[in-house]
């Protein structure tokens, strides 16, 4: 059964600061997301990572993915309140997504 | 706009009563999700269909029964709920089952009184 483990769970930085979330997973997969989910709202895509070494930026969020690891990052860099939500990670097994289960990000001024 | 649109968007009900939920997707997608997000919990996958065919059930109880009329709807109907189950109901769709990533809609808060 694939595990998905995030940490911190609870993240609260301040605004200007860098950050790192790992997500760590046991089994073999080729496809790794990562998504946001603001209070009382959907879930929503940032980022699909499909292959060992990828990297991906938007904003002052990057994330990569190490496959030999089972390990994806997601790095904030100088954070701003616009960023607080929670993350989630999510990877593929066969036709089944599993997700973390969250990282809580709170960017204080 | 998310492009899958759920309602209600909340619903409190009582142990006894029958409710459905509803999902519809604009997007032109195959594949269709119901998932559960309890609070301190990951995403808990219920139900997968793919062309209006179920192809997962993830050991959901009987309580909960989907319903896929097309392409674009999902049901999921309910009938004497516990407590337990109060949770966000969250339904998304893909291109393909096996294609991601997957779209959610705002998801519906049921409250089980």
């Known amino acids: 059964e694939l595990k998905v483990e995030q940490n911190p769970l609870f993240l609260s930085m301040q605004e200007g600061k860098n950050y790192t979330i790992y997500c760590n997973y046991s089994t073999t997969s080729d496809r790794l997301y990562w998504y946001r989910q603001d209070p009382g709202k959907s879930l929503e895509s940032l980022f699909v990572l499909l292959s060992n070494g990828a990297v991906k930026q938007e904003g002052r969020l990057m994330a990569s993915l190490d496959t030999k690891a089972r390990l994806s990052t997601l790095h904030i860099t100088a954070a701003v309140h616009d960023l607080s939500a929670t993350y989630f990670c999510?990877?593929?097994?066969?036709?089944?997504?599993?997700f973390g289960e969250g990282t809580q990000l709170t960017v204080n001024p | 706009e998310t492009g899958v649109t759920q309602t209600p968007r909340h619903l409190v009900m009582g142990m006894t009563n029958k409710k459905s939920l509803k999902c519809e997707q604009h997007?032109?997608?195959?594949?269709m999700y119901w998932y559960k997000q309890s609070a301190k919990k990951p995403l808990e996958l219920m139900f997968v269909y793919n062309f209006k065919e179920q192809t997962e059930n993830n050991s959901v109880p009987s309580r909960f029964s989907p319903e896929c009329p097309n392409s674009s709807h999902l049901f999921l109907h309910l009938h004497t709920l516990q407590p337990e189950d109060s949770a966000l109901y969250l339904c998304?769709?893909?291109?393909?089952?096996?294609?991601?990533?997957?779209?959610f809609g705002d998801g519906t808060r049921l409250s089980i009184l």
């Open positions: 997007l032109g997608h195959n594949a």
């Open positions: 998304a769709s893909s291109q393909d089952w096996q294609l991601q990533p997957q779209h």
């Open positions: 999510a990877v593929t097994s066969g036709s089944r997504l599993t």
